[in-house]
Each structure stands twice: as structure tokens, then as C-alpha cells.
């Protein structure tokens, strides 16, 4: 049970009761409706705010082709972001792939997924760099600073790329169609196209692959809120993660924004990105109007430059010290540090117990349903997360001058609902005469005409628009339904099918009966890290460990079919749905992506709802499922897998 500080309980029950009314305020009947996915949007214009910035069409075009039309290959990876990229190097360091047996295929021009996509200027990871950029170790790299800039973080993905010779087996600007099992070759046939920028025409290719990887990220496909008259503006407009720097002057590298000295610029949303964007758009534009649906919270940051002499002293210290440093972090993360456990890293997520409601916590046990304990348990965690949000708040009343800009830019829900965002310029930059707050309580922007965007009837001109509004997020959809792609297992049945019918339905989270040697990336049924990379590479390790079990069990020369049997993926989500009432603490959030604006709180359908609990991450946190995997393997069964080597008949089909 949560130890509840002491706290005025008039004054938690004021403050709940502000939550309460902030959330419903901002509830819409339409949920993630409210927003258009930019790729799909039907004007041009706006469709092709979604188009590649990026990428180098001509040296692209001019690489020979590295796919050999179905060819067979050992593995196929979907997605050149740090979760694909982790996969491959395990599946090269465990002996069961060589780079050349790997094909991996992106959307993107190039390595990083997430830090390919976004270059906006400002961009930072929001965890320390020491345990977010992955295989620190394995390079010797020392990151510059505590936080990355983006552009580091995207040449560290070139980085592992190279030193693991996967450089040239990446293919670029390519999306997957159809990824399906053949019966008769026991092997996933793939199909997808390769764009060729717009001077040439797209190529389709078929492959075939032993294993597939899914590693298609979350924050993928970017969103606008679909204002009234947004296609009749006639200014710039564009989403923070495809950066126009042609309108804004400037580079990822130079950050100088000079096109916007004579520029009115306004930048709707004031989540992760904004924080980051707004203080450097803010040194720039003419005049700046921020347009605020709901505050960000906003912690200090404390960047700091990496002190190289001693890093191999206070960081790096001893082999293994960085998946220490990610596991004493989780730890403070899920409110479950020993007492007087050393704060390796200090940073602003560790004093913030209070989000162990989202990110699950080891020291509740399975939890209690009955209305009355979950009504305790929330309660609970109001009251260890009131302190925290208190000096959020004074934090605001101390950095902007205005009481009154002051009061709108407070934030009025528990630091779960949310990600954390970490400034030291962002507030203050609200002092600044020509930085305007445009806070529309909760609505939004009523329309937006030929010059100006309009909130509550007043209409401000601008020359800019820049959202910085987000991404579609499939909350509850099959792991196919966040690539945009077809996946079709045994018997021709479809993975989306699957999850429809009975909800998520996997052996840790990551693989699913009839789906045999494809395995997924993601939170639902595994373990939700805060720090993405801590689990991306965690998963890469398991599913690894998996295959290679396999194979030792089928022998050399043999093809292994790795498979979860039904009875296995139905215990592991009976496990994951009784753990579901931990999280009922969330249910009453202000809408955003964690909740998916409000898709499904009301479902009352004990079916449906039932479904739901099965999507849920692993409530008991990431030390309590990492000891759950640590357990199964030291059973040494390789419980609830199905492993068997291709039939000969497969085989002489492929030959
Ligand atoms: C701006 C921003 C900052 C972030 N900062 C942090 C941070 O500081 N700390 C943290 O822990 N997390 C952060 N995240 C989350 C971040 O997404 C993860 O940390 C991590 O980089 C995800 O890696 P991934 O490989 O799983 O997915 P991604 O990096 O998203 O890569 C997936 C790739 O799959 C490709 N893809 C998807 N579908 C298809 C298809 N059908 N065909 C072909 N390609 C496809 C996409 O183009 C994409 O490039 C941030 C996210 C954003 C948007
Ligand atoms: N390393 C880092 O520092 C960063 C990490 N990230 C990661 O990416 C995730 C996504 O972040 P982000 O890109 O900021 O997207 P989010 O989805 O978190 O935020 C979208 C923002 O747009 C606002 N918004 C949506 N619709 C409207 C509207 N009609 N009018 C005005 N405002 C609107 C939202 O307000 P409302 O809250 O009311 O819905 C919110 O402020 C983060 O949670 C984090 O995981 C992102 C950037 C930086």
C-alpha cells in the first residue's frame, strides 16, 4: 500500500476537486478524433507537412540496391530506430545472425526513427544521456552533455549502426505494405515500397524473412487538431517534427532562426516538444503567442557540460554500470528505492514518487478491486504526489513576473498524467514583452482564418503557425496497427483480427500464438521504463534470447519455428488483466495521449472492457517484470514456447 505523507486533507480535497473540474473541462466527446493525421489528411498542403525533410534523394538513389528480390533472409526489421537497430546487434553478438543476414527497412532516410524525424530546434532527450543513448559502453562514446542534443543522438544511431556493420543493409524511404505467413515455406513473406524521392518512380519489393521484428516506435505519425479553417490560412504553417528551417532560416546544427526576426509567430501546443521549441523561437520571432490548451509541468533542468576526466570515475566506473545507473533510476521512478539507496542519477524524475501510479510499482502486490481500496489507493497517491506539484506550482509564481500569466501557466493535474517537461528558460521566457501566453482554458483555438488564429473571439495575426500538437498513438490497437501495415499469421488470419476479437494476447508482450517467429516491440503485457531505451533494449535482449534458445533446440542446420502456445499467452495476459485495477489512479487524468484523450474511459461492456485490462502494462514495475522474465529463463524450459524445426517439405519449397 502507498505510505501516505502528511498532507492537509482539506486542502488534497480542494485541490482534487480543481483536478477534477480542470480534467472535465478539457473532455471531448470525439477523443483522438479530434485530430487529423497528417499523412492522411485529403489537402495536399497538409498531407505533405508530413513529407520526408530529410533526405538525400540523389545519394540515396544512387546506392546500389542492397534487397534481393525473395531472396530468403534470416531477419527483417522493421523500423531504423534504436529498437531495430538493438534487435540486430543482439541478434549479431548472440551468433544467430550476421549483419549481412539482416534487412532493415524505414519510413525515414536514414538511422535514429524518432531522432531521424524530429530536428527541432531546442530538442534534448529528456532523461540523462549517460542511461538513455544505448551501448555506451560497447562504443566507449562519452556524451557531451547530461542531456543530448538531438543531432548527437541521431549520430549515435549512425554510430552503432557502423560499428556493427549494418550501415548498408538499412533501406531507406521505404514502407511496409504486408508482412504474411506462408504455410507451406514456414517463413513471413514481406512486402514494401521503396520511395525514390520525387523526380523518381517508387519500387515494390517482396522478400522473405525467418524472423520479423516490428520495431515501428510510438510517436510516429504527426498530428493537427482539426480547427476550423486551418486549410484557409495563407501564412507558413508546419509540425515540430518535420522542422521547416527554409521558413524559420536556420539549421538543426545553427540554431539561429533569423527568418523569423520580422515574423509573428505562433506555436499551438505546450507539451515536451513546445517546451523545448518555444524558448528558441522566442529568442527569434518578432512576436510570439503561445497557444496553451493545458500547462505543461515544468522542472528545472540543470544542463551540464560532461566532465570527460572524471566520467570513467562518477559514472562509468565498472562493466555493466549503465544498466545499474537505468535500474537505480527505475527504481526511484516506481517509488521503490531500498531506504537510504543511493540517487545514482539525482535527476528531476526521482523526486516524484507520485508517478509510480503510471508507471506501475513493486510495492503494492496485486491490488485489491474493490471500489472502496481503489478509491483508498488513489487518494493515497494524491497525497504523495501533492508536495511535488505544490513546488511545481510555486516554481511558476517564482519564474514569471505576471500573477496573473503566472496563475494560467500552473498546471491543475497529478504529475501521471503527463510526461514531465525540464526548462530553465521556459517560464521565464513569459517576462519577455513580446512572448504572449494565449491561453484558451482548456478549448483550444475556436478557428483560424486567412491571417490570424482566433481563441474566444479574439483574432491574432501571425505569419507562422507551428504545431506542435503531437501524434497519433493506437492505444489499444494491434502491435500491425501501429505500422500502418497488413500482418497476416497462420491459416491467413490477421494480427488486427486477433487483437479485435479477444484484446492483446502475448507471452510477455512481445510475440503471439499463430504468429510464429514474429515478435514486437511496446509497453502492453511487457513493462512501461520512462526511459524508452532501457526497454527497447531489454526486449531486444529476451526476444534474442528466445531465438537463439530455439535454435539450440532444433540443432544446427534446422530452421527454428519459435511460437507462443495459446495456453502460455492466455496465463500471461490472465496475469496482466488481474494487475489491471493498479491503474485505476489514471482514469480520472486530463485527457492526452496517456489516456487517449478519454478513448474508452466510459466503456462499461464487461467484454470490452475485460479486453482492455489485457492491454495494460505490467503493474507491478520494471524491477518486478525483469525478475518475472529472470525466473522463467532460470526455469530453463523455455515455458509456453513451442519450438520445432521447419518441416522438410518447407524446406525443398524454399529450395
Ligand atoms: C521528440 C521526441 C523526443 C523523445 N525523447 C525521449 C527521451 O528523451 N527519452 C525517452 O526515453 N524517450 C524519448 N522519446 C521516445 C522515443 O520515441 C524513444 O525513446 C525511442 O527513440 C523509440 O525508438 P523506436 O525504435 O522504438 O521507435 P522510433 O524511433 O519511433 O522508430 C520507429 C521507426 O519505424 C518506422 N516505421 C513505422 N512504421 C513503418 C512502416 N510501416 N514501414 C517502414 N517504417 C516504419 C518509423 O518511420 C520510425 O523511423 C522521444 C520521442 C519524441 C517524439
Ligand atoms: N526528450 C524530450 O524532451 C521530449 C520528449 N518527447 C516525447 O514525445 C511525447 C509527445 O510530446 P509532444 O510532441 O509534445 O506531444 P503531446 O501529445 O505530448 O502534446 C501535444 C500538445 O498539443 C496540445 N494540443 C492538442 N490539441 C490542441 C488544440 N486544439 N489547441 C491547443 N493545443 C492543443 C496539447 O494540449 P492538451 O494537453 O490540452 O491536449 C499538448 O500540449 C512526449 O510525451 C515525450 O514522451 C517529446 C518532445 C521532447
Partial sequence: MVTTPSVDPQKLQAVRKRYAEEAKKRQRPEGSAQFLQLSQAHEERLRSLSDDPWADHKSLNAKPSIIRENAVYKAFVLGAGFGGLLFSIRLIESGVATAN?????????????????????GLHCDLESYMYLPLLEETGYIPKHKYSAGSEIRQHAERIASKWNLTDKALFRTTVKTVSWDDDTELWTVNFVEGRGPSAAPIEHQIRAQYVYLAAGVLTRPQVPRIPGLHTFSGEIFHTAR?????????????????????????????????????????????????????????????????????????AYKKGWQFERQCNWNSFLTNSAEPGQKNLVGDGWTDMPGYSAMMGSPSHGVVDPSPENLERRTTAFHALDL????????????????????????????????????????????????????????????????????????????????????????????????????????????????????????????????????????????????????????????????????????????????????????????????????????AGCTPGYFNGYGDGVDVTDPEEKGKRERGVVWSEGTISFLKLIGD?????????????????????AVL
Wanted: charged share 25%; glycine share 8%.
Fill in 387 to 586: 508536495p511535488h506539484m505544490e513546488a511545481v506550482r510555486a516554481r511558476v509564481e517564482q519564474a514569471v513576473k505576471d500573477p496573473e500569466t503566472a496563475e494560467k501557466l500552473k498546471p491543475w493535474y497529478p504529475s501521471w498524467c503527463k510526461r514531465p517537461t525540464f526548462s530553465d528558460t521556459y517560464l521565464e521566457l513569459f517576462n519577455e514583452p513580446h512572448v504572449h501566453l494565449v491561453d484558451t482554458d482548456g478549448k483550444g483555438p475556436s478557428r483560424i482564418t486567412e491571417r490570424s488564429i482566433v481563441v474566444s473571439e479574439k483574432e491574432y495575426e501571425v505569419d507562422v503557425i507551428i504545431f506542435s500538437t503531437g501524434f497519433q498513438v493506437a492505444r489499444v490497437g494491434s502491435p500491425a496497427s501501429r505500422t500502418n501495415t497488413t500482418v497476416t499469421g497462420r491459416k491467413g488470419q490477421s494480427l488486427d483480427e486477433k487483437w479485435a476479437k479477444v484484446g492483446a494476447a502475448t507471452l510477455h508482450g512481445y510475440l503471439t500464438n499463430g504468429f510464429p517467429n514474429l515478435f514486437f516491440s511496446g509497453t502492453s503485457q511487457g513493462t512501461i521504463t520512462g526511459n524508452n531505451i532501457m526497454m527497447l533494449n531489454f526486449i531486444a535482449n529476451h526476444i534474442t534470447y528466445m531465438i537463439s534458445s530455439g535454435e539450440k533446440r532444433v540443432g544446427k542446420g534446422k530452421r527454428a519455428i519459435v511460437e507462443v502456445t495459446r495456453e502460455a499467452e492466455e496465463a500471461h495476459s490472465a496475469q496482466v488483466a488481474k494487475r489491471a485495477p493498479y491503474f485505476s489512479s489514471v
Fill in 632 to 652: 522463467w529463463k532460470k526455469e530453463g524450459s523455455l515455458k509456453g514456447l513451442k519450438i520445432l524445426p521447419a518441416r522438410e517439405l518447407a524446406y525443398r
Fill in 101 to 121: 543476414d539482416i534487412r532493415l527497412v524505414d519510413a525515414a532516410g536514414g538511422f535514429g526513427g524518432t531522432w531521424y524525424w524530429n530536428r527541432y530546434p
Fill in 243 to 315: 522542422w521547416n528551417y527554409d521558413i524559420t532560416g536556420g539549421s538543426q546544427e545553427d540554431q539561429t532562426l533569423s527568418k523569423l526576426r520580422d515574423k509573428r509567430v505562433a506555436v499551438v501546443g505546450t507539451a515536451a516538444t513546445a517546451i523545448g521549441v518555444i524558448p528558441v523561437v522566442g529568442k527569434y520571432a518578432k512576436e510570439l503567442y503561445v497557444i496553451q490548451r493545458t500547462p505543461a509541468y515544468v522542472k528545472p533542468r540543470n544542463q551540464q557540460v560532461t566532465n570527460k576526466e572524471t566520467f570513467h570515475i562518477d559514472v
